[in-house]
């Protein structure tokens, strides 16, 4: 994995560096855009091996040296640094349950780790959900506050949306977050969910149960 990580940021350094050769010889506004961009999605890769290695290093003392990932394992997801349990493998990727959601990932970014995934206890689960309680009564956040609709938005409308959204959310003390894209012809929701993968604020998305709107809809869960 590391290897596979240290290959792709060498070749975003080498796309970043052809781009700015092009934008010496012959500087243009396109071109100026196209380096900043890449610039942008070299920094998106550095920050992905950063949590890798971090990840890996975390899971070190309790890492599985050759364990398979099957359903049933317990894991790490390296790229977003939490543990969770495989609950099924097709192909070269897995659905992992992270808390109370679920996350479809590469197997290539799945730490295996020794032992049984964590199950919490109901009492445990009780006090969680006490804690919380207390925690959110003194500013309660309204469904409609933690909802956003972005249908109909052009890509890029959308993603200034989104990020202001979610800032404010991550900064209010929100766990989670409900975004509103509709099915149309799937681009809004390719283009959210590819972006989300980046964000410094989720941890996790997954789409919608069937009462929250299914397919149509995103949700988020904070890092935190």
Same mark, same amino acid.
């Given at each position: 994995?590391?290897?596979?990580?240290?290959?792709?940021?060498?070749?975003?350094?080498?796309?970043?560096?052809?781009?700015?050769?092009?934008?010496?010889?012959?500087?243009?506004?396109?071109?100026?855009?196209?380096?900043?961009?890449?610039?942008?999605?070299?920094?998106?890769?550095?920050?992905?091996?950063?949590?890798?290695?971090?990840?890996?290093?975390?899971?070190?003392?309790?890492?599985?040296?050759?364990?398979?990932?099957?359903?049933?394992?317990?894991?790490?997801?390296?790229?977003?640094?939490?543990?969770?349990?495989?609950?099924?493998?097709?192909?070269?990727?897995?659905?992992?349950?992270?808390?109370?959601?679920?996350?479809?990932?590469?197997?290539?970014?799945?730490?295996?780790? /020794?032992?049984?995934?964590?199950?919490?206890?109901?009492?445990?689960?009780?006090?969680?959900?006490?804690?919380?309680?207390?925690?959110? /009564?003194?500013?309660?956040?309204?469904?409609?506050?933690?909802?956003?609709?972005?249908?109909?938005?052009?890509?890029?409308?959308?993603?200034?949306?989104?990020?202001?959204?979610?800032?404010?959310?991550?900064?209010?003390?929100?766990?989670?977050?409900?975004?509103?894209?509709?099915?149309?012809?799937?681009?809004?929701?390719?283009?959210?969910?590819?972006?989300?993968?980046?964000?410094?604020?989720?941890?996790?998305?997954?789409?919608?149960?069937?009462?929250?709107?299914?397919?149509?809809?995103?949700?988020?869960?904070?890092? /935190?």
């Amino acid at each position: 994995m590391a290897a596979s990580l240290a290959e792709e940021v060498e070749a975003a350094r080498e796309e970043v560096r052809q781009v700015l050769a092009g934008l010496q010889s012959a500087p243009t506004v396109r071109k100026a855009s196209e380096a900043s961009r890449q610039l942008e999605q070299w920094a998106g890769s550095l920050e992905k091996a950063s949590r890798v290695a971090v990840s890996q290093a975390s899971s070190a003392p309790e890492a599985a040296p050759g364990g398979a990932v099957v359903p049933g394992a317990r894991v790490r997801v390296a790229s977003l640094g939490q543990e969770g349990e495989v609950l099924e493998v097709t192909g070269d990727e897995a659905v992992v349950r992270l808390g109370g959601l679920r996350v479809r990932r590469p197997v290539a970014d799945l730490l295996p780790l /020794r032992g049984k995934p964590k199950a919490a206890s109901l009492a445990r689960a009780r006090d969680d959900r006490l804690r919380a309680a207390e925690q959110a /009564r003194p500013a309660p956040l309204t469904s409609v506050s933690r909802r956003l609709d972005v249908r109909g938005m052009r890509v890029d409308d959308l993603l200034r949306e989104v990020d202001a959204f979610l800032d404010r959310l991550y900064a209010e003390g929100a766990l989670d977050a409900v975004i509103l894209h509709g099915h149309g012809t799937g681009a809004l929701k390719e283009s959210l969910r590819e972006h989300l993968k980046e964000s410094p604020y989720v941890g996790a998305f997954r789409r919608g149960d069937p009462q929250e709107g299914g397919d149509a809809v995103t949700v988020c869960a904070f890092r /935190r």
